[in-house]
């Protein structure tokens, strides 16, 4: 078995990986992390997926395109430059929200427990206002988070907190957690237990502030 040996990818994938390369943008996800969320995503019919991290919209067509037409993605990027290109090719999907935005300002005013799938591909989300983005997800939720080794795209400093991310995820009780040597280092987590009440009181108020 060669796990390389990636079948039936998203038919925009290739006018997608076109344009990303055209404007430069190097931390699109890989074909490898990709097929799994696609499988991921086809676990989940009917849900409401979110990613934190539009890009350029790689990682969402493979969430894409293991949804099934009922289910709902929305991608957040505080970039436009690389959102329009993710727009260009995938707008004219109906399952897709794509929101320029601040992804932590974003967390913040979103109810909890809404989502049954978030693509943490950001510094929000992950290395920042990650008990916010985990209080989004729904029992049975999962949360998948990607670039756990040392990625050449990384600007200075996160190694430490790639560690640090890694200590808190592992844990926390109200997850269960497997973590993947493979691909560029992934991390798979599934709630098992209700948002706790005070995460709840503390995104209410920063909702009315």
């Known amino acids: 078995m060669n ?8 038919a925009v994938l290739e006018a997608i990986l076109h344009d990303t390369r055209r404007i430069g943008f190097t931390r699109g996800s890989e074909p490898q992390t990709g097929t799994l969320l696609r499988t991921l ?18 990682g969402t067509a493979w969430l894409l ?14 970039d436009p430059t690389v959102v329009e290109v993710a ?20 967390l913040a005013q979103l109810p909890p427990s809404q989502f049954d799938f978030m693509y943490a ?12 983005a985990l209080s989004l997800l729904r029992v049975g ?13 990384w600007p200075e400093g996160p190694a430490p907190k790639v560690g640090a991310l890694i200590s808190e995820l592992v844990k926390r009780r109200d997850f269960i957690a497997t973590k ?13 237990n209700a948002p706790n009440t005070d995460m709840q009181r503390m995104r209410h108020t920063t909702r009315r502030r």
Not at 87 to 106: E, K, M, N, Q, T
Not at 121 to 132: A, K, R, S, V
């Open 3 to 10: 796990d390389h040996e990636i079948e039936q990818t998203p």
């Open 41 to 58: 995503a086809a676990s989940k019919p009917g849900g409401r997926f979110l990613k934190l991290g539009t890009g350029t919209g790689l």
């Open 65 to 78: 395109s293991g949804m099934d037409a009922t289910a709902r993605l929305d991608s957040v990027d505080n």
């Open 87 to 106: 727009r260009r090719h995938l707008g004219h999907d109906p399952r897709v929200r794509f929101h320029i935005a601040d992804g932590g300002d974003s």
């Open 121 to 132: 591909d950001t510094w929000p989300g992950e290395f920042t206002h990650l008990d916010l």
């Open 141 to 153: 939720g999962i949360y998948f988070v990607d670039d756990l080794f040392p990625q050449p795209s």
């Open 180 to 192: 993947l040597a493979w691909a560029s280092g992934l991390m798979i987590l599934a709630r098992v």
